[in-house]
C-alpha cells in the first residue's frame, strides 16, 4: 500500500553550519531573527539539544517580541498539544496574528483551521482562499494544501490536473511530503501515467529529505516489485530506516515480513514484538490491525509451547 503524507512541518530556518551556541548567543543578545531557529533546534535538533521547556521560552520570547515565524511555531504546538495543553483556539489566534503581518506560512495555517473535521462547506471554501493566500506568496506547504484541496474534493470541485499542478510546484520548492505524494500520484496514475519507476525516484528524493512515509513507499516498492526488481532485503531495510524516522506502519509491515521470513529468517517472536508496537499507535485502522496479528501469534506461540 504507497501512502500518501499528511504532515505538518517545522521548518529549520537555521543555517546547517550554525551551531546552537551560536544561536543561543545570538538569542541572549536579542538577535530576535535567532529566536524561532533556536527554539525548533530544541524541538527537532540532534538528540543533545532537545529541550521542550527552553523552546517554549524562546518561541514565547519571539511571540512577545513579534516575529511571525515564532508566532506559527508556537500554534503548531498548541493545535498539536506537544509539550502545552491543546488548544486550537490559542493556535488560531497566533496564526491570525502571524497572518496580519503578512507571513505567508501562517495563511496556509489559518486554512488548516477551516478545513478541521467539524468544517461546514463554507469552512471549506474559506480554507481553499487561505490556500491560494499562501500559495500565490510563495509557501510551499500552501501548495501542499490546495494540491491536496483538489485532490479529495475539499472546499473546491476534485481536479486531478489541478492537484498534480500544485504538487509539482510544491515539490519543486523541495516539499518533502510534495515530493512523496507526486510519486503516490505516479505509482496510482492519478492525473498522471502509470510509472512506478518514476514515482520511486521521487520516494527516494522524498527520502532524502527525512520523510518517513517515502522511506515506508520505497520498501513496498521493492516488496511488490513496482519500480524495481523484487527484494526483500532492500525492503527490510528500508521499512526499518521508516520506523526509525517514525513511521509505525512500518512496524507492523516488519512483522509481516518477519513472519513470513521475507529478507530475513523466520521469527513469530520478533514479528509480535513488531505488531505489539505498531499498535501503540493512535490511528484506529493501524492499532486494530496490528493487535489482532498480536493476538494471533501470541494465541500461537501459546500452544506451540511444551506442556510442563
Do not use: C
Not at 536579542?30 to 527537532?44: E, F, H, I, K, T
Not at 492525473?191 to 529529505?209: E, F, I, Q, S, W
Not at 513470513?260 to 501503540?280: D, F, H, M, N, V
Amino acid at each position: 500500500m504507497i501512502v500518501l503524507a499528511f504532515a505538518l512541518a517545522l521548518t529549520v530556518a537555521a543555517p546547517a553550519n550554525e551551531t546552537t551556541a551560536d544561536l543561543v548567543r545570538r538569542a541572549r543578545a536579542g538577535d530576535v531573527s535567532a529566536y524561532d531557529p533556536l527554539a525548533l533546534r530544541y524541538l527537532d535538533g540532534p538528540a543533545e539539544d532537545v529541550d521542550m521547556d527552553k523552546a517554549l521560552h524562546w518561541l514565547r520570547a519571539g511571540v512577545a517580541a513579534g516575529d511571525a515565524a515564532s508566532m506559527v511555531d508556537l500554534g503548531d504546538l498548541y493545535l498539536d498539544g506537544d509539550g502545552v495543553d491543546e488548544s486550537p483556539a490559542e493556535a488560531t489566534k497566533l496564526y491570525q496574528a502571524a497572518a496580519a503581518k503578512g507571513y505567508a506560512r501562517a495563511y496556509d495555517r489559518v486554512g488548516l483551521i477551516y478545513s478541521d473535521d467539524d468544517a461546514t462547506d463554507e469552512d471549506l471554501a474559506e480554507s481553499v482562499r487561505w490556500f491560494r493566500r499562501a500559495a500565490a506568496a510563495g509557501d510551499r506547504e500552501g501548495m501542499y494544501d490546495l494540491a491536496k484541496a483538489y485532490q479529495i474534493g475539499k472546499g473546491v470541485p476534485q481536479d486531478a490536473a489541478q492537484a498534480v499542478a500544485w504538487m509539482r510546484k510544491s515539490a519543486d520548492a523541495k516539499f518533502a511530503d510534495a515530493i512523496n505524494d507526486l510519486g503516490a500520484y505516479y505509482t496510482k496514475g492519478f492525473g498522471v501515467p502509470l510509472d512506478h519507476a518514476r514515482a520511486l525516484k521521487l520516494y527516494m528524493a522524498a527520502a532524502d529529505l527525512g520523510s518517513a512515509t517515502a522511506m515506508s513507499n520505497i520498501a513496498v516498492a521493492y516488496h511488490d516489485g513496482k519500480g524495481a526488481p523484487v527484494d526483500y532485503g532492500q525492503a527490510l531495510d528500508w521499512y526499518k530506516k521508516a520506523a526509525n524516522a517514525g513511521d509505525s506502519d512500518a512496524y507492523y509491515r516488519l512483522g509481516q515480513m518477519y513472519e513470513l521470513g521475507q529478507g530475513a529468517p523466520k521469527s513469530k517472536a520478533t514479528a509480535l514484538a513488531l505488531y505489539r508496537k505498531a499498535a501503540e499507535d493512535p490511528d484506529a485502522d493501524l492499532q486494530q490491525d496490528a493487535q489482532d496479528a498480536a493476538d494471533r501469534l501470541e494465541d500461537e506461540l501459546s500452544s506451540a509451547s511444551p506442556v510442563v
